[in-house]
């Protein structure tokens, strides 16, 4: 499984969010991370919240394409809320 991502985007997101894809890869290739179906109508996207490398919990959301790439399309430091959920279950 490949993960990619537009350097575009990343740019965009790294400016507003403070989180580079690379890192958000991190969470996403993580066996601890906490994984679920994003409710948007095309029911190809996907959250996932850990911690990356750099030790931050971050809120990944992704578009995956059957088992052939996922591709990275915004990434944010988690709430308050959704660091202390993902922290409960781990």
């Avoid at 537009?6 to 403070?18: I, S, V």
């Avoid at 996932?48 to 990434?75: C, M, N, P, Q």
């Amino acid at each position: 499984m490949e993960i990619t991502w537009d350097d575009r985007k990343e740019l965009a997101n790294l400016k507003k969010h403070g989180v580079a894809f690379d890192e958000a890869a991190t969470v996403v290739l993580s066996p601890l991370a906490l994984v679920a179906m994003n409710a948007h109508p095309s029911n190809n996207r996907w959250e996932y919240l850990g911690y990356s490398v750099k030790g931050r919990v971050l809120y990944v959301v992704t578009v995956e394409k059957a088992d052939e790439f996922i591709k990275i399309i915004s990434a944010r430091k988690a709430l308050p809320h959704e660091k202390e959920r993902y922290e409960k279950r781990v």
